[in-house]
């Protein structure tokens, strides 16, 4: 069984009258990328810095490795907040070099990473520039930049992609996909689902504070799927029968799948009985099934 690196039990957070958090359990596992998902306001930038001893816990424990975070973690993880902050004033290469030394390399080391994150992000133009001068996504690749510079073990990324265009987000998803490719954990809030579907593991989802789904990604999807199929044939196919009933236009069809019935076994009848030109197991998307779970009362 994978180390549990960030472990999350009973937690329970108010701020005045307000529960923002009720009873909250889940794991985030070694070398997976984890996906943080809720409505705005639903919890999780006030879980993420609960664990990382900004806010204090009203009720449960919340911990890294098996302890309670403390400044000596500083070297192992990586924390990108949801409100960017940078000294604009500075120059860009000079700032990766300072938070690099923060983190415990020496100045070559530091100085040889900002380069070559640089170049990755097509900024090793910008090096001399005051960050002011950047546009905003420039400004925020910077601040991934920071956040990635010591290669950290254990990635907290609070909305990554906030206000990137998509050719810039998929550069981002790519350093992260790279990042876990070399060993790193990560787990990332974010209000893009298909983010999610590209590169996570496994996901939280929040509602009124409490977990509303929780596990591998294809097991939820799977939970939230019709239990249909969509089918192109050639042949002579019933509306019903034992096993499914259909919706058939001429030679496309869907099949509903019968409760105790499997997918398995509607295929092997179909194999016998047509010919199958074309065959897709209706998934729902996870955008779906965020609206859908949203909306549930």
């Keep these: 069984m994978s ?18 958090i ?40 919340l911990l890294i490795n098996g302890k309670v975070y403390s400044s000596e973690m500083a070297a192992y993880l990586g ?7 940078l000294y604009l004033t500075s120059r860009v290469l000079e700032t990766l070099v300072y938070f690099g030394q923060l983190k415990g390399l020496t100045k070559v080391e530091a100085t040889d990473n900002a380069k070559k994150y640089l170049a990755k992000v097509d900024l090793e133009d910008k090096e001399k520039s005051e960050l002011k001068k950047l546009s905003s996504g420039q400004q925020q690749k910077i601040q991934l930049g920071i956040t990635v510079m010591n290669n950290p073990k254990l990635l907290i990324l ?31 809030s974010t209000h893009q689902m298909e ?26 999807k799977e939970k939230y799927s019709d239990n249909s199929i969509h089918i192109s044939f050639e042949g002579k196919l ?46 729902p998307s996870l955008n779906d099934i965020f609206i859908k779970v949203m909306n549930n009362k």
Excluded at 238 to 253: C, D, M
């Design 22 to 61: 009720d009873d909250l359990n889940f794991e985030v596992f070694e070398g997976e990328i984890f996906a943080f998902l809720g409505a705005n306001g639903s919890g999780k930038t006030t879980t993420i810095r609960t664990l990382l001893n900004i806010y204090q816990a009203d009720k449960g424990e």
């Design 238 to 283: 019933p509306e019903e029968n034992e096993l499914f009933s259909a919706k058939i236009n001429k030679n496309v069809a869907t099949l509903f799948i019968k409760n105790g019935k499997t997918q398995k076994e509607v295929i092997k009848y179909l194999a016998d009985n047509i010919r199958i030109n074309r065959l897709e197991e209706n998934v």
């Design 195 to 220: 983010e999610v579907e590209k590169i996570a593991d496994r996901l939280l989802m929040i509602k009124d504070g409490r977990a509303a789904l929780y596990g591998n990604l294809s097991e939820v």
């Design 79 to 85: 924390y990108l907040p949801e409100e960017r902050g």
């Design 3 to 20: 180390k549990s690196v960030i472990s999350v039990k009973n937690f329970s957070k108010s701020f005045g009258n307000r529960k923002v």
């Design 158 to 188: 609070d909305e990554p992609t906030k206000g990137l265009d998509p050719v810039n987000r998929e550069l981002l998803l790519s350093i992260l996909m790279d990042l876990n490719n070399s060993g790193s954990t990560i787990i990332f």
